[in-house]
């Protein structure tokens, strides 16, 4: 088992390498993939407040301080993002200079930022903005206290250090919350579990905030012996691995039924017994991992957290961090 979870192919470094090389003269267009590890990592030795920032990461961060009127650029994913529309009426008119994955250089400078906040997936990008003078912030956390560190380091560079500080206290309480309503519950009751990024087959590891999340729900991550943030598996070693729960990402582009009615996974136990959930489009990187946990939970014990207190739970959290109600997904 372990031998089969520990292949990697080095192919997608080496396109990875070509992708930056050759968009470093200008914009790069390309699909979104699944959630890739960092190369590098550091925030860069930035102390200046921003007045102008551009956010690339951390807008759902950003959502909760409240600080539109020092946000000049914003990745085009936040265009689409659900939250982001109902906090920022205004949201289309920030203009969007790209996303983490393909910056548009040209029209990034024109912002004139003083400061950039974006991933350490692009690190050749990371040294050409800095290289051009622009401070940048980069960020990707391990797991839950690192989102923690970068969510107070955030608030301090967007002048709200007090409103960063609430922010992640109203994180903590809640999760703290649900792990005493899980208490009693026994290790022989907890669920084996998987989440599932871009493919199918893509389970999340021990790195990153979702294996975290599993953990805090009351699950047992069947990808806590992968050193990474993620790993592509053979269809055969998923069947032997026969998770009980399976998690979906909510930007996959695949879903529930997808699972159910796929020959493959029909002697897996989370499909025979119709135990497979796709999350909202929450990003991992945001206070809505409150929502995810809470949401987890429900999917793991739904004997024990009714719709009726996870509706309150992550009604409570939207009205205290973003100031408006939680409307669930249809």
């Known amino acids: 088992m372990t031998s089969k979870i520990s292949r990697i192919s080095r192919w997608p470094w080496v396109i990875s390498a070509l992708v930056v090389l050759l968009g470093l003269t200008g914009t790069i267009l390309g699909a979104r993939p699944d959630r890739p590890s960092p190369r590098t990592a550091g925030s860069g030795n930035l102390s200046q407040e921003a007045h102008r920032a551009v956010l690339f990461e951390g807008y759902e961060i950003a959502a909760a301080f409240k600080v539109w009127e020092r946000i000049v650029g914003i990745s085009s994913y936040a265009h689409d993002n659900d939250l982001l529309q109902r906090v ?20 990034l400078m024109a912002l004139k930022p003083d400061l950039v906040v974006t991933w350490d997936r692009k690190p050749d990008y990371v040294e050409f903005m800095r290289r051009r003078g622009l401070p940048v912030f980069t960020f990707y956390p391990e797991g839950l206290e690192e989102l923690r560190r970068d969510t107070l380091r955030l608030g301090r560079l967007l002048g709200q250090p007090e409103r960063a500080e609430q922010v992640t206290e109203m994180v903590n309480r809640s999760l703290e919350a649900l792990q005493r309503r899980l208490a009693g519950i026994p290790a022989a009751a907890r669920p084996r579990v998987v989440w599932l990024w871009g493919k199918p087959t893509t389970i999340t590891g021990n790195k990153g905030v979702v294996g975290d999340l599993i953990t805090r729900a009351g699950g047992i991550n069947l990808g806590s012996t992968i050193d990474d943030f993620n790993r592509e598996l053979s269809m055969e070693t998923m069947v032997e691995l026969n998770p009980q729960v399976v998690l979906i990402w909510g930007s996959a582009s695949f879903g529930v039924a997808d699972l159910l009615r796929d020959p493959k996974w029909q002697t897996i136990e989370a499909v025979k017994n119709r135990r497979v959930f796709k999350a909202s489009r929450a990003s991992t990187w945001s206070p809505r991992v409150v929502l995810l946990a809470w949401w987890m939970a429900r999917c793991f014990f739904p004997q024990v957290i009714s719709q009726a207190e996870f509706s309150q739970a992550t009604q409570r959290f939207y009205r205290d961090c973003f100031g408006i109600s939680y409307e669930e997904a249809p």
Do not use: D, H, K
């Open 88 to 107: 920022m009426p205004g949201l289309r008119q920030i203009p969007s200079p790209g996303t983490g994955f393909a910056v548009n250089m040209e029209g």
